[in-house]
């Protein structure tokens, strides 16, 4: 009897390795991701079987133990942050200091990064996405148009250990924190999102679009994977 991947829990072992499946209409063939938090996650189509999806993670075995590597060169995140005067948050690749404030909401405003008093990570989050939509709607525009698509829609919101997710109607979401990354880190993870939005895969055509937009999208790629353990995410996934 055929038992497709639907039909089966949402984790897979194959050998050492656990891999987090999830299914999607979208999907013709399988996405297998190592996440920022060295999770390892497949996407699949609907009526792949276990078998199948059993030997795809087989024969990637070794790029997988390659990124798992990588992830632990990278050290262990930083340490949680307390929400005090003085504590240093990012945003667009440069650290500004927390300043506890009577207010009733955050605000960037003469360097200083102000909270209101008793605030904590989700009014944190809410200003990273208050402030991100409208800079990454701008930001996004001409590369939109270098790669000649349409953006059908933009969110910017949680993602997991993922910075960004596209459909191929044209809907963009963008994880929040990217907002603590340099301009130039957010370009590429723009540039590596729209060009989903016509090649779903990460086969040579979609990186040969990333690098016509983006040249020298490799070096892009290996700063954007230190950056990640750097940035601030709170414990509770906001």
Not at 111 to 133: F, I, M, N, T
Not at 162 to 184: K, Y
Not at 207 to 235: F, I, K
Request: charged residues 30%; contains cysteine.
């Amino acid at each position: 009897m055929l038992v497709t991947v639907s039909e089966i829990p949402g984790v897979l072992r194959v050998g050492d390795l656990e891999v987090a499946v999830s299914v999607s209409d979208r999907r013709k063939s399988v996405r297998l991701t190592v996440e920022r938090d060295a999770s390892i996650t497949a996407v699949v189509p609907p009526q792949l079987s276990k078998s199948e999806l059993t030997k795809v993670v087989e024969a990637k075995r070794p790029w997988l133990y390659g990124k798992l590597a990588e992830k632990r060169e990278l050290g262990d995140a930083p340490p949680a942050k307390e929400f005090v005067t003085g504590e240093g948050f990012r945003y667009l690749g440069r650290s500004y200091r927390l300043r506890l404030v009577d207010a009733d909401e955050v605000r960037l405003i003469r360097g200083r990064l102000e909270l209101p008093r008793g605030g904590s990570a989700k009014e944190l989050v809410g200003w990273y996405r208050r402030v991100g939509h409208p800079w990454l709607s701008k930001r996004m525009r001409p590369w939109a148009t270098r790669l000649g698509v349409e953006v059908s829609g933009l969110r910017v919101r949680p993602l997991g250990y993922r910075w960004g997710s596209c459909s191929r109607d044209g809907h963009v979401n963008i994880h929040w924190a990217t907002m603590q990354l340099p301009p130039s880190l957010i370009d590429y993870v723009l540039v590596h999102e729209l060009a989903h939005i016509q090649r779903p895969d990460h086969g040579s055509e979609f990186w040969s679009a990333v690098e016509r937009a983006l040249p020298g999208h490799e070096d892009y790629r290996e700063r954007l994977r230190r950056a990640g353990n750097e940035l601030w995410l709170p414990e509770e996934g906001l």
